[in-house]
């Protein structure tokens, strides 16, 4: 047996590997060895996609390529990754868990169609984020406004007041200024161009805090 700082190996083996593909992108996962147990500081992070009827078609795959290469870099980061969509309404898909498999599995069984209640969804993710003691974040995907751009940023006040950093990531017509507001700091909000609407969501999990770090208001 070996100590050191919280970690603990037990009985090593060789790591599973499992391979999973959305579209175009395939990914090989090495989960942990058999018999390992890992003692450590865990975060939290929930995908909150928007899956409004503008998003049929390209953007909606690659929002689904994005949040799958996310989710693999933020398990490699200590994260524990979680899913929400939202439409006209949001809804819970995945606690948050470091399966990639069973997170893949909600990823590619997305759909578009609706409006755009941005406000809900950020109020789901901050009701599931209850661990103030830990590192807690909520990404947001979308490529155009809010049903209700007033509540969005009621919610996103509310979230960050309790500890959870908002990063957030738009295309198409999304309000710059708007997505800046809803991030806990203006460079965490971005716009870009729906051609790479994928990479930055994947880029998104190089701006997530380490965890054990909680950023105090």
């Known amino acids: 047996m070996f100590e050191k700082k919280g970690i603990e190996l037990v009985n090593t083996g ?20 058999v018999g390992m147990r890992l003692e450590r500081d865990i975060a939290y992070v929930y995908l909150a996609i928007d899956t409004s009827a503008s998003m049929t078609g390209t953007k909606l795959e690659q929002a689904k390529n994005g949040a799958l290469v996310f989710s693999e870099d933020a398990f490699n980061k200590g994260y524990h990754v979680g899913l929400i969509n939202f439409s006209s309404s949001a809804k819970h898909v995945c606690a948050p868990t470091n399966n990639l498999k069973v997170l893949a599995m909600h990823i590619k069984g997305m759909q578009a169609s609706g409006s755009t209640n941005m406000a ?6 901050h009701y599931h984020l209850d661990k103030k003691d830990k590192t807690q974040v909520i990404v947001i995907a979308t490529d155009g406004r809010p049903d209700n751009k007033r509540n969005a940023i009621k919610e996103a006040e509310k979230a960050k007041a309790d500890n959870i950093d908002m990063i957030t990531i738009g295309t ?32 998104a999990s190089q701006l997530l805090p380490p965890p054990g770090s909680i950023t105090k208001r």
């Not at 060789?14 to 395939?26: A, F, L, R, Y």
């Not at 809900?120 to 993710?125: C, L, Q, R, T």
């Not at 198409?172 to 716009?191: M, P």
């Open 120 to 125: 809900e969804a950020i109020k789901m993710a």
């Open 172 to 203: 198409d017509d999304a309000e710059q200024d708007f997505l800046k507001i809803l991030a806990t700091r203006a460079e965490l909000g971005s716009k870009v161009t729906r051609e790479v609407f994928s990479q930055a969501i994947s880029d």
């Open 14 to 33: 060789t790591p599973p590997e499992v391979s999973i593909t959305i579209g175009n992108t395939t990914l090989k996962h090495e989960g942990m060895p």
